[in-house]
């Protein structure tokens, strides 16, 4: 068994920044459409007043990432919008979650 080489601190804080800029457009492009936040705010039981108490959390980053892989269509709008791949928005809700997980 390998063991895990540990990621420099410097190159961890990159990515989750990197991958806080993900999720924050995603919820721009969300917010720019009712017909996109709407179900994210149901889905979520958050009402548009809770969005800015909750947006610095990374479960919330995780939770909204979440509903966007779900939601093929809203993805590839995103990504296409965004001009990132797909993929991005996947490991940036990896990073998300594991930085969650650290308490970071």
Same mark, same amino acid.
């Given at each position: 068994?390998?063991?895990?080489?540990?990621? +420099?601190?410097?190159?961890?804080?990159?990515?989750?920044?990197?991958?806080? $800029? *993900?999720?924050?457009?995603?919820?721009?492009?969300?917010?720019? #459409? +009712? $017909?996109? !936040?709407? @179900?994210?705010?149901? =889905?979520?039981?958050?009402? @548009?007043? #809770?969005?800015?108490? *909750?947006?610095?959390?990374?479960?919330? &980053?995780?939770?909204?990432?979440?509903?966007? !892989?779900?939601?093929?269509?809203?993805? !590839?709008?995103?990504? =296409?919008?965004?001009?990132? =791949? +797909?993929? &991005?928005?996947?490991?940036?809700? =990896? !990073?998300?979650? &594991?930085? #969650?997980?650290?308490?970071?």
């Amino acid at each position: 068994m390998q063991s895990r080489k540990s990621t +420099p601190k410097s190159t961890r804080l990159s990515s989750q920044r990197a991958a806080r $800029e *993900v999720s924050l457009g995603a919820l721009g492009f969300l917010a720019g #459409d +009712p $017909e996109r !936040i709407g @179900p994210f705010l149901a =889905e979520s039981g958050l009402s @548009p007043a #809770d969005l800015r108490g *909750v947006a610095g959390s990374a479960a919330f &980053h995780v939770a909204l990432l979440d509903f966007l !892989i779900n939601r093929q269509d809203l993805l !590839i709008a995103y990504a =296409e919008q965004a001009k990132i =791949e +797909p993929g &991005h928005v996947v490991a940036a809700r =990896e !990073i998300l979650a &594991h930085a #969650d997980m650290a308490g970071d």
